[in-house]
């Protein structure tokens, strides 16, 4: 075993042995941990926004775009929304101990399910260091421990936030080992992380395609698929293009570079000459480079021709590719083709139209006239998320804390035995 290894199995050790004492934690003495990490988070802002800029300026030299950049970015600002978000969870409901169901069986049994802790979740993510907070927060209310790797790019801001908040839980009550961090940035610190069957529970990569394609390869560990987001947004013939332009303005100018961002523009061919020059003219004004299909090019002169990757790629950028098409067939089946099953949208007013989009969409969020960027835990009401699974076993969409347990079953008896 060489000092990676070691390294990295000790952090697991120590999260598994605190894991059996989190299970039973009361829902208050979570909360006072989550509190008392909020607080440690704003009175160490300067701190944590020091070390921010290490990563800021090391990001900067390797060349990363602005739209990584701006999420790798903290502040003050920053700082206090990965606190308040702390807070959010601890106003929500405890997931674990929740009795889902109950029913007698006619020799007398009583069967029940009981929400339980998954138990020890290991998170490998990539440039956002509030991914630290959410994750270690939602881990730590839903009963779990967590073993945490974030991209090398954030290594100074998730070593300073770790640090502090890992401290403010044991001060508070939490046992050693509730929430760790894997501070080596090699490969292989990761690659261990994956295969450590003996002691982490589930495996959630958060980040882009490669990153979450080489974590279902790789681990043995059973992974929750979080998904990118080649989103769509299509526009209807029957759509307000009033209400149209700042959709589409949000879905892709507000925050570029985050998985619920549209990369994909659809527009009716009967909507098209019409609206493509004034939404067109609205992007070019935010910066956005178009490519688009011909149909496209004869209403934007400006735009690149697109190619077939293009309508592949999730672009987390200020880029956007744009097809016309022929109806609201044509739209499904680019959806369907191409989509990652993230989140995808309609604009129109046609009754009919949007309810087929609903029904016909497979996606973990489908939207009838609002923006994709709407697919986050926090605008769905469960507090902080931890992803977005875009598969469909145990969980899909954002993940919020019942999302992080799992189900036992009980069964009361009265001296029964089986016949």
């Not at 954030?154 to 936030?161: D, I, L, M, P, T």
């Not at 395609?209 to 080649?230: C, D, F, M, S, W």
């Not at 790629?313 to 022929?326: G, S």
């Not at 986050?376 to 919020?400: N, V, Y």
Request: proline share 4%; with cysteine.
């Amino acid at each position: 075993m060489n000092e990676i290894e070691a390294a990295v199995i000790e952090k697991a050790k120590r999260a598994k042995s605190a894991a059996r004492v989190l299970a039973y934690l009361s829902t208050a003495a979570k909360n006072t941990a989550l509190t008392a990490m909020a607080e440690a988070l704003e009175a160490n802002s300067g701190a944590i926004v020091a070390a921010n800029a290490r990563d800021l300026e090391a990001g900067r030299k390797k060349g990363l775009s602005g739209a990584l950049i701006d999420r790798l970015m903290l502040n003050e600002a920053r700082v206090k929304e990965m606190a308040d978000g702390l807070r959010d969870v601890v106003r929500l409901p405890d997931p674990v101990g929740e009795v889902v169901a109950m029913w007698r069986r006619p020799n007398g049994l009583e069967v029940g399910q009981v929400r339980v802790p998954l138990g020890v979740i290991g998170m490998i993510y990539e440039a956002r260091p509030n991914v630290t907070v959410d994750a270690a927060g939602l881990c730590l209310k839903a009963g779990n421990t967590v073993v945490l790797r974030g991209g090398s790019e954030a290594v100074h801001s998730n070593v300073a936030v770790t640090r502090i908040i890992a401290a403010a839980a044991q001060a508070a009550g939490l046992p050693e080992g509730a929430i760790e961090f894997v501070d080596r940035t090699e490969r292989e610190a990761a690659q261990v992380l994956m295969r450590l069957n003996e002691y982490l529970d589930v495996l959630i990569p958060r980040g882009g395609a490669g990153l979450i394609q080489t974590v279902v390869r790789t681990a043995t560990v059973p992974v929750i698929e979080t998904g990118i987001g080649n989103c769509h947004v299509y526009v209807d013939e029957y759509a307000d293009p009033a209400m149209a332009e700042p959709i589409i303005i949000n879905a892709k100018c507000q925050r570029p570079g985050v998985c619920n961002a549209m990369e994909t523009l659809l527009v009716h061919k009967k909507a098209a000459p019409s609206f493509l020059p004034v939404i067109a003219a609205a992007l070019k004004q935010r910066g956005v480079e178009i490519r688009g299909c011909p149909e496209t090019l004869k209403h934007v002169s400006w735009a690149r021709q697109a190619t077939e990757e293009d309508w592949k790629t999730e672009f987390l950028d200020l880029v956007l590719a744009v097809r016309v098409v022929a109806d609201i067939d044509e739209a499904l089946d680019h959806i369907y083709r191409y989509g990652t099953k993230h989140s995808e949208a309609i604009v129109t007013e046609n009754y009919a139209h949007a309810r087929r989009f609903l029904r016909e969409v497979d996606a973990a969020a489908v939207y009838v006239n609002a923006s994709t960027r709407f697919t986050d835990g926090g605008q769905f009401g469960f507090g902080a998320e931890i992803g977005i699974s875009t598969q469909k076993l145990h969980a899909r969409g954002p993940m919020g804390l019942k999302e992080l347990t799992t189900i036992k079953y009980i069964v009361y008896g009265e001296g029964q035995v089986r016949q």
